[in-house]
C-alpha cells in the first residue's frame, strides 16, 4: 500500500519561504511520477509541481522561478522550496504519486486525475 506523509507546513509572512517534505513508502516500482497540489479554500485543486524517478521536472506557471522541487531517491522523499511566497499562495498542499510511469513532459498540465495516491495534506498560510 502506498502511503505519502506531508510535513513542513506552517505560517509565514509574504516574501518568506517554507519547504514542505513527503515521505513516501509502500511500492518498489522504480518509474514514478511524484507531484504537489494544492487547494485553497472554494477553489479547484491545482498542479504546483512535479518530479519523476529520472529527474525530470515540471512547473505551474504560477510557481516558476520561486519554488524548486526535488527527491532523494535513497530516502524516498520529495520536497519542495517555496520561496518568495505571497498571500495567494495560501493552500492545503498535497503530496500525489503515481508509479510505474515517468511524469509527462514539462509544460504538460499537472492533472489530479493522473496521480493515484495521495497524501493527507499540509497547511500553508502566508500573511501579507
Known amino acids: 500500500q502506498v502511503q505519502l506523509v506531508e510535513s513542513g507546513g506552517g505560517s509565514v509572512q509574504a516574501g518568506g519561504s517554507l519547504r514542505l517534505s513527503c515521505a513516501a513508502s509502500?511500492?518498489?516500482?522504480?518509474?514514478?511520477?511524484m507531484g504537489w497540489f494544492r487547494q485553497a479554500p472554494g477553489k479547484e485543486r491545482e498542479g504546483v509541481a512535479a518530479?519523476?524517478?529520472?529527474?525530470?521536472?515540471n512547473y505551474a506557471d504560477s510557481v516558476k522561478g520561486r519554488f524548486t522541487i526535488s527527491k532523494d531517491n535513497a530516502k524516498n522523499t520529495m520536497f519542495l522550496q517555496m520561496n518568495s511566497l505571497n498571500p495567494e499562495d495560501t493552500a492545503m498542499y498535497y503530496c500525489?504519486?503515481?508509479?510505474?510511469?515517468?511524469?509527462?513532459?514539462?509544460?504538460?498540465?499537472?492533472?489530479?486525475?493522473?496521480?493515484?495516491?495521495w497524501g493527507q495534506g499540509t497547511q500553508v498560510t502566508v500573511a501579507s
Open positions: 500525489a504519486a503515481d508509479v510505474g510511469t515517468l511524469c509527462y513532459g514539462s509544460g504538460t498540465p499537472l492533472l489530479p486525475e493522473d496521480f493515484g495516491y
Open positions: 509502500g511500492y518498489t516500482y522504480s518509474r514514478n511520477c
Open positions: 518530479i519523476d524517478s529520472d529527474g525530470n521536472t
